[in-house]
């Protein structure tokens, strides 16, 4: 049995899509402008961190308002 896949966006795909983003932007400016960019990865992974923890993410509230993905297990 090959696993289904929908094109359709998740909310927790949408953060996993706008953290890794946010990661490669800010490895990528701290390569070409300062290495003071790296804290904005370590921003992202710390807010990643703690939403694992707390359930609070700010991004997926955000998303939901502005009516990006869906959470998983809605039609």
Do not use: Y
Request: glycine share 8%; aromatic share 8%; with cysteine.
């Amino acid at each position: 049995n090959q696993p289904t896949h929908t094109t359709d966006m998740t909310t927790e795909n949408a953060i996993r899509l706008l953290a890794g983003s946010l990661v490669l932007i800010s490895l990528a400016l701290a390569t070409l402008v300062n290495t003071w960019w790296l804290l904005l990865a370590a921003f992202v992974g710390l807010n990643l961190f703690q939403s694992a923890l707390t359930g609070f993410c700010p991004a997926e509230m955000i998303f939901q308002k502005i009516g990006i993905g869906r959470r998983s297990g809605e039609s």
